[in-house]
Each structure stands twice: as C-alpha cells, then as structure tokens.
C-alpha cells in the first residue's frame, strides 16, 4: 500500500479546568501540524490532518482514513492528563504505524517523579524531590536548599510561574503547594532547585541510531534582574514575556567540547533509561560545581517552528523536511518490527 499520513493533532478542550493561558499552548500544536504538513507536502506524501478531543473519539477519526501512518501531534485530552498518552497503544491496535514515543514511554515521563525515580535507577542525577497529594500537609522531611514546587503531572511550563520557587519555607512553602492543589487538581511535587545554568539536549532517532543535537542553553542574561532565573508558562508561551525574545535560548550553547560531550551522552542515557523513541527533548541545569541533573525528559516535544527541537535540527544542518522523513521511515520500521514479533509469537 503507498505509504499516506494522518497528521493528529488534539482540538482545544471543552472542559473548564486549570490549563493557564492554554490558547497559546493550543496555537502552538496547530503551528507544528502546518509545519508537518509543508514537509509532507514538500515530500510529495499524500496526508490527512485531524483533530480528535477524547480518547474514545480516536478510533473512528483514524479509521475515517485509509492513512498507514499516524504523525501523532496530540498533546493533550479531554478525560485527564494520562489520556493522550494512549493515543500510540490506539493507533497500533488500528493497524496504523504512529510516530514519537510509545504509550508507556508517555506514561513514564508525564509523571516527573517515576521518572526521577527511573533516572536514579540508571545512575542519572536528578533533583531530589517528595510528592504531596492533594489535601495532604507538607511532609516532614524536604530536600536541603530552595525548593521549587509544580505540577506532578503537566506539560509545557503549565503550573509554573515566578511563585515555583520557594527560598522561603516559613512563608512560601505552603502557599505554592497549595496553589497546584487548587489550580490544577493535581499533587504537588517538591524538589530542590538546582541554582545555576540549563542546558537544553534534543535528541532524535536516525538510521536507527540515536543522535544528540547540538546543545541548547538558555540564556538568564537577557531576564529582567527581578525574575528568577528558569522557564515558566508565560517565558515559554506569551512572547515579549522577556523583551525582544521569543525564545531566550543560545545554540549552539557557549560550552566547550568537552562539556558538550558530557552533556550529549548524559541526554542519551536519559533518552535510554525512559524508552524514548523518534524524538525527545532532555532538560538539564549545571550547578556551580559542574554537577549535572535531568530536570525532565519531553517525549514528544514541541515542534512549531520556534521551539527548541526544530532549533536544534537547524544548528545541526538537518533540514526540518529530513527530520520529518526520518520520523515517517521509524515508524515505518517499528511497526513492521513488531508484527514480525506477534507474528513469531502465534
């Protein structure tokens, strides 16, 4: 069958809860499915492109279609966070091929405290951190130094703002976590705050090999003197946020080779312990000794245009067309690879 492509993207939602100014965020996803849809275009693939807004509509858009491929772009659903995580586990059951990372890939890395667990299982520093459920009173024991509080379970910077951080336990602690609880319904996970530089790694998959991108940093240099020094929603969501910038970042990142190197190796070890596929974006902060954690592994990250994935393809002379191609021949692979498997099962 010629090969053909479903671009699928998530609608916005139609349930009120907490998702900050989540038009932006919704505008972003559209702008990664023109983006993907000029590169299918440019490759002379015939395409689809659908929006889907519960998990339980999802078999029938993708059935609407005779498409082999899903180019999955949902990011969220209606239903709860941990829904649009489903989306690959569906469409293969469909019998369509789906590119980024699997469902239990998605449901590792949404929620940031197994995968911290699992980055310390492979000897990956991450920040210390405890969980607390919504209701339940601040544990006794905290990790030493500032905190930073957010969301258990998001993505995109939603439930972060300048509040996140927390030098003052007395009388910012409990007001932050308090603010998740009610903001956004879910547990609160508090953990140290790494003072210092951040590194952002995107990685993908090509040839069947898993290849760093030139390293990204952003750049505190260019905050006004009065905000914190790391990414929240409107930093990485409203531009203008940081005057004259859409996005505050250097790449490649002012570091040396061998710096570089340490930084790329560790993201592909992330990427290895989280089961990533196709693509990822690793986030990582330096403190002032050199020691390096993961602050978040992003399975399918962001692709509009200004983000920092497709930066990182530009600085390594990958045209966003190849990129897109690479994906679509993944897929392509993985889906053939475990049908031999069911295959030798029966």
Same mark, same amino acid.
């Given at each position: 069958?010629p090969?053909?492509?479903l671009?699928?993207?998530? %609608? =916005?939602?139609?349930e009120?809860s907490?998702?900050?100014? !989540?038009?932006?965020s919704? @505008? #972003?996803v559209?702008?990664?499915?023109r983006?993907v849809a000029k590169a299918?275009q440019a490759?002379?693939t015939?395409?689809r492109?659908?929006?889907v807004?519960r998990?339980?509509?999802l078999p029938?858009?993708?059935?609407a279609g005779?498409?082999?491929i899903?180019f999955?772009?949902?990011e969220?659903l209606d239903g709860?966070a941990?829904?649009c995580?489903f989306?690959p586990?569906t469409?293969?059951?469909?019998?369509?091929?789906c590119t980024g990372g699997?469902t239990e890939?998605?449901?590792?890395?949404?929620?940031k405290s197994?995968?911290?667990?699992?980055?310390v299982?492979?000897?990956?520093?991450?920040?210390?951190g405890?969980v607390?459920?919504v209701g339940a009173?601040?544990?006794?024991t %905290? =990790?030493?130094?500032?905190?930073f509080?957010k969301?258990? !379970?998001?993505d995109g910077? @939603? #439930?972060?703002?300048?509040n996140?951080?927390?030098?003052?336990?007395c009388?910012?602690?409990?007001?932050?976590v308090a603010r998740?609880?009610?903001q956004t319904?879910?547990?609160a996970?508090?953990?140290a705050?790494i003072?210092?530089r951040e590194?952002n790694?995107a990685?993908?998959e090509r040839?069947?090999?898993?290849v760093?991108?030139?390293?990204s940093?952003?750049?505190?240099?260019?905050?006004?003197?009065d905000r914190?020094?790391?990414?929240d929603?409107?930093?990485?969501?409203?531009?203008?946020?940081?005057?004259?910038?859409?996005?505050?970042?250097r790449?490649?990142?002012?570091?040396?080779?061998v710096?570089?190197a340490r930084?790329?190796?560790?993201?592909v070890?992330?990427?290895q312990?989280?089961g990533c596929?196709?693509?990822?974006r690793?986030?990582?902060?330096?403190?002032?000794a050199g020691?390096?954690f993961?602050?978040?592994?992003?399975?399918n990250?962001d692709?509009?245009?200004?983000a920092g994935?497709p930066a990182a393809?530009t600085a390594?002379?990958i045209s966003f067309q190849e990129?897109v191609?690479?994906?679509?021949?993944?897929?392509e692979?993985?889906?053939?690879?475990?049908g031999a498997?069911?295959?030798r099962?029966?």
């Amino acid at each position: 069958m010629p090969r053909s492509v479903l671009i699928l993207h998530n %609608l =916005p939602s139609a349930e009120p809860s907490f998702r900050e100014a !989540c038009t932006a965020s919704d @505008e #972003g996803v559209l702008l990664a499915v023109r983006h993907v849809a000029k590169a299918l275009q440019a490759l002379g693939t015939p395409h689809r492109v659908a929006g889907v807004r519960r998990l339980a509509d999802l078999p029938a858009v993708v059935s609407a279609g005779s498409e082999t491929i899903v180019f999955n772009l949902v990011e969220r659903l209606d239903g709860g966070a941990h829904e649009c995580n489903f989306v690959p586990a569906t469409c293969r059951a469909l019998g369509r091929a789906c590119t980024g990372g699997s469902t239990e890939s998605l449901e590792l890395t949404l929620d940031k405290s197994l995968t911290n667990a699992r980055l310390v299982a492979y000897g990956i520093p991450a920040p210390p951190g405890v969980v607390v459920p919504v209701g339940a009173p601040l544990p006794a024991t %905290l =990790p030493e130094g500032p905190l930073f509080v957010k969301p258990l !379970c998001s993505d995109g910077s @939603e #439930g972060i703002d300048a509040n996140s951080l927390v030098r003052d336990r007395c009388t910012q602690l409990a007001a932050a976590v308090a603010r998740v609880h009610q903001q956004t319904g879910q547990p609160a996970l508090v953990e140290a705050f790494i003072e210092g530089r951040e590194f952002n790694l995107a990685v993908i998959e090509r040839v069947g090999k898993i290849v760093p991108l030139p390293v990204s940093e952003i750049d505190f240099s260019l905050f006004p003197p009065d905000r914190p020094h790391f990414v929240d929603y409107t930093v990485k969501w409203q531009p203008g946020t940081i005057a004259g910038q859409v996005s505050p970042r250097r790449i490649p990142a002012p570091i040396d080779a061998v710096t570089t190197a340490r930084l790329q190796a560790l993201a592909v070890r992330a990427w290895q312990a989280c089961g990533c596929r196709d693509y990822a974006r690793i986030d990582t902060r330096m403190d002032a000794a050199g020691n390096v954690f993961v602050l978040d592994v992003n399975v399918n990250c962001d692709l509009s245009p200004l983000a920092g994935l497709p930066a990182a393809l530009t600085a390594a002379g990958i045209s966003f067309q190849e990129f897109v191609e690479q994906m679509i021949v993944n897929a392509e692979c993985e889906f053939s690879r475990r049908g031999a498997e069911a295959r030798r099962v029966l």
